[in-house]
């Protein structure tokens, strides 16, 4: 395991074109060198069923919970789920969370689909209000949105779903003082760290999150179709959305399936989805994790902080609007133009120059990582430049 010395361009353990300046990480992630050649050997495996073992359904599996748990600081790997998608995991939190008439679940305002819909339903369903809480405008956004989620939350408030940052412009939010009000409340605190977890600290121990929903594709390095899910003890003798022969306990011996078993193996593997054990994509994220978990996400939070300061402050200086530090992440960002830049000519400037962003409402999102370097930054304010004249 490294320090805690500042980290290098890792550049090298990713194989992005080089004309390519690729700063769009909460689009997809960039499969690493070691979980593309982890990806290449699995494909190999299956031409020889007989090279999988019986314990192979179980020893990646745990390998990914124990990985993730030590990436969020969970004690106790059991706690992690296997999930395909954010939807998945959501809708499992849906079904074992009682919301009823008169109650209300606080959500941010255009907040993830996943989530957004789940919730609706839920809302919709039971008869609760569903309450929106949608970003301030101007000065301060990010305290002021995160002050009107605190005062969304009272007595009546049965969950509050929110990310750790959000998906569209990198508002951060201050999940140990909503969880703290969450708890006050007896609300169950729901966070989507999917833009986030990989990329910035996340400690269950702090935050005591009762679900924390990801999917691996982004800023966990993992292949599409990956997702992994904490549950807390609020969800330890909740209902699956599915019934699976391997989430109940004894299912290693594979001579006995048919001795049919009510009880479910331990703590959330039970909300594990179906085929959890993924033999081409399990070993791909098992080496997206150990990488991240190498580099550390304080780390890599800290090197796309260094990497941005200086750029941000001169597109500050031609007028483009950047939240405060404080409130947004450094590896995810909204970069609003001033009137005079035309978003569609700004846009079509940056695919000239290879610039690879996302277009979010009327925000530019910016998402770098640990492969992009000085070069790709100083090249996006170039742009930012010539069409601000
Ligand atoms: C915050 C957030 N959650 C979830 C997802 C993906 O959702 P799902 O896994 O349900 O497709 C995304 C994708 O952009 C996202 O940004």
Known sequence: MRGNEPLACQRDAFSLPSDLHYLNCAYLGPLPRVSQEAGVAAV?????????????????????????AELINARDPNRVALIPAVSYGAAT??????????????????DFPSDMYTWRRVARQSGAAL????????????????????DSIDRNTAVVSL????WADGTKFDLVTIGRSAREAGAALVVDGTQSVGALPFDVEEIQPDALICAGYKWLLGPYSTGLAYFGP?????????????????????????????????GAIRYDAGERSNFILLPMLIAALRLILSLKPARIQEYCRRLTEAPLERARELGFAIEDSR????????????????????????????????????????????YNDEDDLNMLVQVFEEQSQ
């Open 93 to 110: 939190v849906a079904r074992n969370t009682p919301v009823a008439q008169g109650q209300n679940i606080v959500v941010v305002g255009e």
């Open 163 to 166: 990310p750790h940052v959000h």
């Open 327 to 370: 409130w947004r992440g450094a590896h995810l960002f909204g970069v609003r133009a001033p009137a005079h830049v035309d978003l569609a000519q700004l846009s079509q400037a940056l695919q000239g120059r290879k610039i690879a962003v996302s277009l979010r409402g009327s925000a530019l999102r910016v998402s770098p990582n640990v």
């Open 234 to 266: 609020r969800y330890d003798h909740g209902e699956p959305i599915e019934e699976n022969w391997i989430t109940r306990k004894g299912s290693d011996d594979f001579q006995r399936l048919v001795d049919y078993e009510d009880e479910y193996a331990p």
């Open 44 to 68: 190999a495996r299956k031409a020889n069923p007989a090279t999988i073992r019986p314990e192979d359904f179980f020893a990646e599996s745990n390998v990914v919970r124990q990985l993730f």
């Open 131 to 150: 309450r929106v809480v949608s970003p301030p405008t101007g000065e301060g956004l990010g305290g002021n949105w995160n002050s009107r989620v605190l």
